[in-house]
């Protein structure tokens, strides 16, 4: 008999977790203004709000912190974490800073200016704000497939390589100060993107001399992805997929509450000398001195250990197996996600579940309370409100996807989870019917509106 699926840790240290009753949960909606972000996480019972810090540390990562060096200066923290950096991505030089926003912040400031052109496979929306915010422009080049949740391919979060280039061609050089490649490709339904699409990509960089900045929260997942997919990796090591990877960029931006597995954390890595020199001064004043950016010492050493752990082989399959496990249980219900389940989430198709609510009523965000009503469990919308308005019209921008994505934190739920949070899909599903009405906005701040807006059923 085939030995089955089993986690590659055990558990040492827990945490209560309660549930709560539909009454209860009903007026704690309506006092959160129906926004999921205003919950207290004592009122949620699963929260798949965000795989961003929100996974557990290894007792090695425990043990690293006690060692911590707090030195204002050339911390030996520091010097840990730029080795398994460079040992993980192959960039010589790195900046800290305190979470990826941060390394945006730091990077952008040095690169852009307004009117610039950024293209990019579905940037991510704190990359997006920081484009826009300096009145720069993010183009979409992501494949069309991948906005259709049916299809199923194995690299979904692929750029396309023609419409990049159609972008290349029409702007001068010195308007696109990079490429931003996303691995995996979260807003697409954490999608990977295909070792051979990277090249590509870094080919059409090259050939019009624009730097390619990889957008990197995901990249051990999409190597595991590679590992497991493209022909001719199944042979080679995560880390070998790793270097490849990055082989192909000029920097990284890293938010390190993501595949590094720690609770707080970023930074930046650079091939170039003269790109890293660029942005140090705007990590001094805006995270820190260099050799710590905004993150602790003790915090420097577990996100070093974390970048080792998150880019073990076995590690990875329990990581990835698990969310293909939540989606084989979601396929024996007939729920329609984005296929095929993607490294970090599962993407439930809100446009395909809730088909009377109209798209002015905020589908997505409408199916995330009703998923919270029905089990206490926190979802995020990935629709309407994260797309905020057009920065010159101000109008909505409606996206093709209306997507509630359900999180994955790492090594922090079980398989009964898995299989709880599945039947709670299915309960909504079942009165989907009767879902006619969703909700419209009371209150929202000019940018990044998701994170705070007010709402209040529609009538
Ligand atoms: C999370 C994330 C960011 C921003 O990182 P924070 O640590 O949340 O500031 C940037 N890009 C991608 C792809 C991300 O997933």
Redesign the pocket.
Known sequence: MELPFAESYKIKMVETIRKSSRAEREQWMKDANYNLFNLKSDYVFIDLLTD?GTGAMSDKQWAAMMEGDESYAGARSFFNLKESISNITGFPYFLPTH????A?NVLFSALIKAGDILPGNSH?D??KGHIEFRKAHAIDCTIDEAKDTTIELPFKGNMDLGKLEDVLKKYPKEKIPCIVL?ITN?TAGGQPVSMENIKGVSLLAKKYGIKLLV?S??FAENAYFIKTREKGYDKKSIREICLEMFGYADFMTM?A??DAIVNMG?FIAFRHEEDWRNCQMYTIMYEGFITYGGMSGRDMNALAQGLREGTDFEYLETRIGQIAYLGKKLDEYGIPYQRPAGGHAIFLDAKKILVNVPKEELIAQTLGIELYLEGGIRGVEIGTLLADRDPETRENRYPALELLRLAIPRRVYTNNHMDFIAAAVKNVYDRRDSITRGYIIKKELPIMRHFTVELEPAK
């Open positions: 961003s979470q990826g926003r941060a945006e991510f704190t990359t996303t979260n957008d929260a995901r938010s509450k993501k970023g």
